[in-house]
Nanobody, 122 residues
Framework: QVQLVESGGGLVQAGGSLRLSCAAS????????MGWYRQAPGKERELVAT???????YSAGSVKGRFTISRDNFKNTVHLQMNSLKPEDTAVYFC????????????????WGQGTQVTVSS
């Protein structure tokens, strides 16, 4: 069982930065692929970035070069550094855990958090 708690969301102006954090419970954290997805009102859920248990990363084209995902297996945390934010990045961001890398890339999650709101003003 893995429980996930996100933090770090908020309101920021376009061009600004935010750093999202996801704290995970459970001794098997390091074996899970972790990721972030987002959902804006009226839009489909969108995979943002994911990181394998070994540190391989993938970022969606819409955020590539602006967002960076990282993990700390000693602290059971995963982070999403978001730079050069745009109004279209406004959404609720969810942290998720997947039992394998393939499922993570398909945004198939075993566990997910409650989400944190990110709002980017123009």
């Amino acid at each position: 069982q893995v429980q996930l708690v996100e933090s770090g969301g908020g309101l920021v102006q376009a061009g600004g930065s935010l750093r999202l954090s996801c704290a995970a419970s459970g001794r098997t954290f390091s074996s899970y692929a972790m990721g972030w997805y987002r959902q804006a009102p009226g839009k489909e859920r969108e995979l943002v970035a994911t990181i394998s248990s070994r540190g391989t990363t993938y970022s969606a084209g819409s955020v590539k070069g602006r967002f960076t995902i990282s993990r700390d297996n000693f602290k059971n945390t995963v982070h999403l550094q978001m730079n050069s934010l745009k109004p279209e990045d406004t959404a609720v961001y969810f942290c998720y855990a997947s039992s394998d890398w393939g499922r993570a890339l398909r945004n198939e999650s075993d566990y997910w958090g409650q989400g944190t709101q990110v709002t980017v003003s123009s």
